[in-house]
Each structure stands twice: as structure tokens, then as C-alpha cells.
């Protein structure tokens, strides 16, 4: 239960101010895009709601199991669902947008739900601050839009291990049509939003050079019901493809994974490719077909043809859903953005997430396309509803108008009793999607979910075990000569094709190096 004192609701709405300003620039800078299949504005409205009444009792029993800096440890050192445009950004913003829709509605005053608020975004806050530990900053804005939270010895393996390409080659294709493949894919398979895809970088690579990493999620049977049956030969759920690009500098990643870069992204400047896969059971990133750049090639060109027909197997599924059912299954992916905390933790159930809350369900007969755009764009966008306006000589920070797209809470809770702490911990909900039936597909099989959570609750990465969890890039820094610090990159290197067992201590020159003997080797 939230421990409601000055300080830590100062805390609190200092967090809050930040997502408030970061989720305005979001939507007024960046592309959007209709959808002519998904009712996209009345699902995203419901999953609001949906996280409003159902994640703070989720997060406190993930937190009691796992906390939330050990979750964030675990993140930054794969590539997860509990990303940063997941559960780093989405999961306390469409909290507290769901917060504001009910205010807005009359159902709701600022000081109600109080404890709710304070432990969402503690746990949050907690989260971020380890997930992107290395760089020292709670959001990839206040980092000036960049998303660099892989170790160095991580990174090493990368340049060492990564393919060289060429503009034509047949690795060159097949990288550059699976991902075009898998983000097609992924985007349908999340009810066409952006939250199966996620980015991050760039990392500097030297030579007018750099890297950034492109990471796709739920591609076969997992979590979401309409994925069972689909997608079954891929014997992975996430694939990483970390991609070096030359005479490109990637100057934006922001807080919804998405980039800009000058020149614009363009295939024919990529200089080298890999692919990995890891989940909330692998200890690292796990190497998928990177023997040589022919089998990398092979593996891609096989991928892609599993989700090319997959895609088309999804599109028939999901052409007889009703509009009900599209609005369920896109209100149950934004509202299940923090899902994967409970798979690291062990404690996920399905109905937990996955199914829209009895008080949601109140709401879906208002949610015609009108409403949804105009209720949607009004509280996002113009900011124009009256509890979103501070005071008349207030200048917001990006459009220094006097508005804020999320309210505070009021200090006043510390010296009265007139609210309602919490929206409570009963859930009762239903959905109009037909029922999971198939298995989860893991690092360690297809497996069902009590083996998955039992499996999940007994693991700790090496690099995070008691010896190693605190040993952070300005230890490394001082320390890389030490055995401890060879041992701690010795288990980042297992698995390497070209860098295990070298240990700590190597400079980009010696990757580079070993790297041109290594392809000296294999001509």
C-alpha cells in the first residue's frame, strides 16, 4: 500500500509532469496512422479504463515478487516486451489517461485512487530508473531521445559477431525483406499498433558508423488468443536484429521506440546484420542462425516465408471477427502492455490480463468511431477539456498554452479524508474473444503456463546474480583488468562465435581485429 507522505507525493507528481509533457510532444510530433480495419480510438479509450481499474493490483503483487528495479535489471539486459515503448512509457501513461477519462466524465476527483496512483508510478519510476541504469536517465526525452541501455560487453559481441553486407547480396536481401515481413506482421498481430515493434540506439560504431537495434515481439503462440495455431513453425516468439548502418546518424529515438535519422533510414546503407532471440527465460541474447552469413541468409529467407503465410492465415482469422471483437482484442493489447512484468515475475494468469474489467464493459456502448475520435484527439491533443487547464498565467511546456494532458494530485489528501483511496482488488471482467487454447512458446519449448511461471520464479540470469547485479559500466571502468570483471564478460561472451572466453578489457580496435581474422578465416 502506498505510504502517503509529502514526499512521495511530490515524487509522485514530479513523475507524472514529466510523462504529462513527454505524452503531449509524443502526439503532436509524431506520424499517425487509421486504421480501416480496428476501431482504433474506442479500443484505445477502453484500455485506458482497463488499466486504470485493473494494474495497480497487478503491479503490487508482481512488485512483492519481483521488484520493479529487478525487473528493470532484466530488461536492460535482453530485449523484452517490458520495453520502452511497453512498459517504460505505455504502462503509466494509459494508467493515467484512463484517470483522466473518468475525471472528465464526473467519475472521478483528482484526490481519489490516491494510493493507486502513487504506487503505479512508484513502481514505474523504480522500473525505468534501473532499466536505463547505464545512462543515467528515467526517459529516452530527458536523454535527448536516445535509448542506450545495453552494457558495453553486450555490444561488443554484437560488432564482433555481426554479418558484413552488402547492397544486394543475398544476406542484404533476406535481412531487408524479414524485416519488412516482420513488421507487417507484427503490426497486424497487435491489432495494427505500433507496440509488437520496438527500437533502440544508435550505439557509435566507429568509421562514421552506427548501431541500432530493431526487436519484434508475440510472433507465434503466446499470449494472445488469436495468435494460437498461427505462426506454429517458428520456434521463436521475439527476434532481435541488431543493424549497423554507415553515413547515417540516427538523431531521435524517442519514448515510442520510433527514430529519425539523417539521411532517412535507407537499406542501402546497412553494413551488417545479426539476429537473436531471448525472453523472460534466457540468460543473454541467444544467437539464431549466425554459424555464417549463408545460414544466417537461409534462416531469414525461412522465417520470412512461416510469417509471410502467417500473415495471410491471421488476416482470415481476423476478417470474421465482429466489431466487438476488434474492439476487445485492441483495448486487451494496449491494456496488457505490462503483461511481461508477470512473466518475469512467474505470477501471470491469463484472465489477469486479458480479459476488459466489469466496470469497462459499462462503458462500450458510447464508443462509436465519433465519440472515440473526438473524445480521444480532445484529451490528447487539444488538451481543451476544462480539468486539463492550469491557471491563466501558466505556459506549458511545449505549447505554452496553459494546459496539462495529466492532472496532479492534490496535496490536500495529506490533511483530509474526502477521497477514495484505491479503486479496489476484485476483479470480475469478460471478453468477446474466443478463449486461449494453445501453449506459450519459450526459450524452453512450448510450454504451458504453469510450467512457464514456475520456470520463470526459479530463474536469475548470471550476469544478475548476487556476485554480479551491481557491477555497472563505471565499475567496469575501473576495474577491467580484475578477474571479476573477465568472469562478468565471459558470461555475456557465451555463445559468442568470435568472443568467447576473451574476457574484459578489449577496445573497439581489438573487436575489429578479431573480427577481420575471424572472416580471414572462414574465406
Not at 515493434?197 to 566507429?206: Q, R
Not at 503462440?221 to 541488431?242: C, M
Request: charged residues 25%.
Amino acid at each position: 500500500m502506498a505510504n502517503l507522505t509529502y514526499r512521495s507525493l511530490l515524487e509522485t507528481n514530479n513523475y507524472l509532469r514529466n510523462l504529462s509533457d513527454t505524452t503531449y510532444w509524443l502526439c503532436i510530433t509524431r506520424t499517425v496512422q487509421e486504421s480501416k480495419l480496428f476501431p482504433m480510438n474506442p479500443y484505445m479509450l477502453l484500455s485506458y479504463l482497463n488499466s486504470f481499474y485493473r494494474l495497480p493490483t497487478l503491479l503490487r503483487e508482481i512488485d512483492a515478487a519481483t521488484p520493479a528495479e529487478e525487473l528493470g535489471d532484466r530488461a536492460r539486459e535482453v530485449s523484452l516486451k517490458v520495453d520502452t515503448v511497453n512498459a517504460a512509457w505505455g504502462m503509466p501513461a494509459f494508467y493515467l489517461i484512463g484517470r483522466e477519462m473518468l475525471m472528465n466524465w464526473g467519475l472521478l476527483r483528482p484526490g481519489d485512487a490516491v494510493e493507486d496512483v502513487v504506487d503505479v508510478l512508484d513502481f514505474s519510476r523504480r522500473f525505468n530508473l534501473a532499466y536505463h541504469r547505464n545512462d543515467g536517465h528515467i526517459t529516452n526525452k530527458e536523454f535527448g531521445d536516445r535509448s542506450q541501455f545495453l552494457p558495453e560487453r553486450t555490444l561488443q559481441v554484437f560488432e564482433a559477431d555481426l554479418h558484413g553486407v552488402t547492397p544486394g547480396d543475398r544476406l542484404h536481401t533476406a535481412a531487408t525483406k524479414l524485416i519488412a515481413q516482420l513488421s507487417q506482421y507484427a503490426f497486424l498481430a497487435h491489432c495494427e499498433c505500433r507496440i509488437g515493434l520496438h527500437n533502440s540506439g544508435p550505439y557509435n560504431f566507429g568509421d562514421n558508423r552506427q548501431l541500432i537495434v530493431r526487436d519484434f515481439f508475440e510472433l507465434t503462440e503466446g499470449d494472445y488468443p488469436w495468435l494460437d495455431g498461427i505462426a506454429t513453425q517458428l520456434p521463436f516468439n521475439n527476434l532481435t536484429i541488431p543493424i549497423v548502418f554507415k553515413d547515417t546518424n540516427f538523431h531521435l529515438m524517442d519514448d515510442w521506440a520510433s527514430f529519425e535519422a539523417e539521411p532517412s533510414y535507407d537499406a542501402a546503407n546497412i553494413v551488417a546484420v545479426g539476429m537473436y532471440t531471448s525472453d523472460a527465460l534466457t540468460d543473454g541474447y541467444v544467437p539464431v542462425g549466425m554459424e555464417n552469413a549463408q545460414t544466417l541468409a537461409e534462416t531469414m529467407e525461412h522465417y520470412r516465408e512461416i510469417l509471410n503465410e502467417a500473415t495471410a492465415d491471421l488476416w482470415k482469422r481476423i476478417a470474421s471477427w465482429s466489431r466487438e471483437q476488434m474492439i476487445d482484442a485492441g483495448a486487451l493489447v494496449y491494456s496488457s502492455v505490462a503483461k511481461d512484468f508477470a512473466h518475469l515475475a512467474g505470477t501471470y494468469r491469463q484472465d489477469d490480463w486479458f480479459q476488459l474489467d466489469a466496470r469497462v464493459q459499462r462503458f462500450k456502448p458510447l464508443m462509436n468511431d465519433e465519440f472515440g475520435r473526438d473524445n480521444l484527439g480532445e484529451m490528447v491533443g487539444l488538451l481543451g477539456l476544462p480539468h486539463q487547464k492550469a491557471n491563466e498565467y501558466t505556459m506549458a511546456r511545449y505549447s505554452s498554452l496553459n494546459q496539462n494532458m495529466l492532472t496532479a494530485i492534490p496535496y490536500s489528501v495529506l490533511t483530509d479524508d474526502d477521497f477514495a483511496p484505491t479503486v479496489g482488488d476484485r476483479f470480475s471482467g469478460s471478453s468477446s474473444l474466443p478463449a486461449k487454447n494453445g501453449l506459450w512458446t519459450t526459450s524452453a519449448g512450448r510450454i504451458d503456463i504453469e510450467e512457464y511461471n514456475r520456470l520463470a520464479r526459479g530463474f536469475t540470469p548470471a550476469v544478475l546474480g548476487k556476485e554480479n547485479r551491481y557491477l555497472d559500466e563505471e565499475w567496469v571502468k575501473w576495474n577491467y583488468t580484475s578477474s571479476r570483471a573477465d568472469d562478468l564478460y565471459r558470461l555475456t561472451q557465451r555463445g559468442s562465435r568470435n568472443l568467447a572466453d576473451r574476457g574484459a578489457g578489449l577496445r573497439r580496435a581489438d573487436i575489429a581485429g578479431i573480427a577481420e581474422e575471424a572472416r580471414g578465416a572462414n574465406r
